[in-house]
Each structure stands twice: as C-alpha cells, then as structure tokens.
C-alpha cells in the first residue's frame, strides 16, 4: 500500500513573543502555553522572540526573567531567542521598500493634533490623513504612515476590507481605512512601530502559524496589509480568549495580575490548561511539569475554544489571582 502523501508536520514554525516590561503573569502564559502546543502537536518548531523594541517601556532584567520562567514551566525555544532590539537594519529595510512604493508618508501632526480628531475607530482616534498629500511648509516630519487608501498603481493593490479566517474567532473583515486609519509605522521617537516589526520578524523566522491572546485580533488585519505591501507570507491565524479577572480586565500589569510564582509550576500550569478548556484529568494536576505538558500536546484541542467568548473568565483564575 503506498503511503499518503502530505505536508510534512514539521513545516509548522509558531512562535511566542512577549514584551520584557515586567514578570509572566497568567494571562501571557496562556498564550505562551497555547502557542506551544499548537505547535507541538503539529510535531512543529516552537520559537520566542522578545519583544524588546520598545526601550522606554523594558524593564532592565525583564528578558532573563521571562525566558527562565517559560524554563520552568518546560517552554523552551526550539532556536535562539531573536532579541527585536538587534533588528534595526531589517526593519530600516522593510520601510525603504516601503518608501520606494510610495506606500507610507512622512507625517508632522503632534499627539495632540491627532487626539484633536473627530474621526473614532476601533482603537480611539482615526489620524486624519492630514499628512498624505504631503506636509506643511516648516513643518518637520515626525513619523512615518502607512497610507491605507487605494494608491496609485503600478503596484497591486491590497484589497479593501482586509479579511482573513482566524481558527477560533471566525471569518475577519476590517476596513483599515475607516477604521484604523494611516497607521505609524515608524513613530515620532525614531523607534519602528510593533505592526512593522512584528510583520518583519514572522517573515523572518518563517513564523507559519501565529497563536496568540485575542488582544492582538484588532491588529491583525494591519500586519496582512504591510505583509502584502512587502510580499511576504501571510500565517495561520488563532487568536485565543484572553485572560480576564472576576471584573472582566484584561489581567496586565495595570490591572495588578500577579506573576507567575515559579515555585508552583505544575499546579500553575494545569490552571493554564483549564483556562484553554482542554479538561485535563484532576490527577493530571499531581504529576509533573513534563507530564502534564506530554499530556497536554497529546490531547491538544483547540476547537474546544470556539463557543468561549475572545474574554474568557475563568473561575480558577481568581483563585490563582488572589
Ligand atoms: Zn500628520
């Protein structure tokens, strides 16, 4: 009997990426947990990629931190860690192929000018597009914008809406322009924008499958357009349920979550579990973190997501909180 033929499993490359502002907390080890066994169960390559771009926000000694945490609880990235940090030239690259197709804009408007607009979408203000058909005599270009209209050919033209299928939280559609507005792909700090260098990077990396906190899902469409500005690969999307407290926030630094105490990772890890819904065995909570992560790729589910709402509270959750 010949064997059937199909894509090999280890084509899969996911990835967790988190930003070095501080301790894991519960809510980033659900996505990093999530991620893992996607791709694990997909006999995958799991990678981290810190997310340390933003340096005002780092917090010194945060990296290390993260990364032995993720240690303990058996995370461990298949290659090294990519640091954001030391990416600087692909990401000058990225916005000069981006400048030679006319597709972003110097723009000069202050944060106030911006908040001065009428123009609300789904993350607060719309920027105006003051900006697109060129800046103001003396005035001095502060960031770079994407331009999220239709502009002139020769170059294919994204389509409008983007849309895409995301495995837990269904068909997609935004329209960037409307909604999101020319967004800053270099800011006014000198510093590249998250959505240019998250877009950057996954190509990067041959990041194939993304898994995420459902945080991101409102981002998403803005990384297709620049992977379709800058031709690259567009992944697999999955977009998990992002962990709240008993008052439905989403668990951060602000809103106090705690971080991961690394004495008790077993137990902190079958919490993780039962937030993805994947029903582990009571019993399973007593064995150890290697066990529980073999039971845990093995029996990898999911679809048992679907009918959770992308703000999924979990009654454990509060215990592990308090
Ligand atoms: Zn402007």
């Known amino acids: 009997m010949r064997k059937k033929l ?78 954001q940090s030391q990416r600087t030239e692909a990401y000058k690259e990225a916005l000069r192929r981006l400048q030679a197709i006319d597709a972003v804009y110097p723009c000069a408007c202050t944060r106030k000018e911006i908040a001065d607009s009428a123009l609300h979408g789904i993350e607060g203000h719309v920027y105006p597009s003051t900006c697109r058909n060129g800046i103001s005599q003396g005035r001095e270009a502060r960031a770079w914008r994407a331009r999220t209209d239709q502009y002139p050919s020769p170059f294919p033209l994204p389509p409008s809406p983007i849309e895409f299928n995301d495995a837990l939280q269904g068909r997609i559609t935004q329209h960037l322009e409307s909604e999101i507005g020319d967004f800053v792909v270099k800011r006014a700090d000198g510093l590249f924008s998250y959505q240019l260098a998250v877009v950057v990077d996954d190509a990067f990396q041959g990041i194939t499958h993304v898994v995420r906190g459902a945080d991101l899902l409102a981002s998403t469409p803005r990384q297709i357009y620049l992977q379709q500005l800058l031709e690259l690969p567009t992944p697999a999307y999955m977009h998990l349920p992002v962990a709240v407290d008993a008052q439905g926030e989403k668990l951060s630094k602000q809103t106090l979550a705690q971080p991961v105490e690394n004495n008790n990772a077993a137990s902190t890890l079958f919490d993780a579990l039962v937030f993805l819904h994947q029903q582990p065995p009571v019993k399973l909570g007593q064995n150890t973190v290697e066990q529980i992560l073999e039971w845990a790729i093995a029996n990898w589910q999911p679809d048992a997501l679907l009918n959770c709402s992308n703000r999924c509270p979990s009654s454990k959750l509060e215990n592990t909180s308090n």
């Open 6 to 83: 199909s894509l090999p499993d280890s084509i899969y490359r996911g990835r967790f990426s988190p930003s070095p502002t501080g301790p894991l907390h519960f809510g980033s080890l659900v996505a990093a947990v999530g991620s893992y066994l996607d791709a694990k169960h997909h006999h995958g390559i799991w990678l981290v990629r810190m997310e340390d771009l933003d340096v005002p926000r780092c917090v010194p000694g945060a990296a290390d931190d993260i990364l032995h945490t993720l240690g303990i609880f058996g995370l461990q990235s298949d290659e090294p860690v990519l640091y």
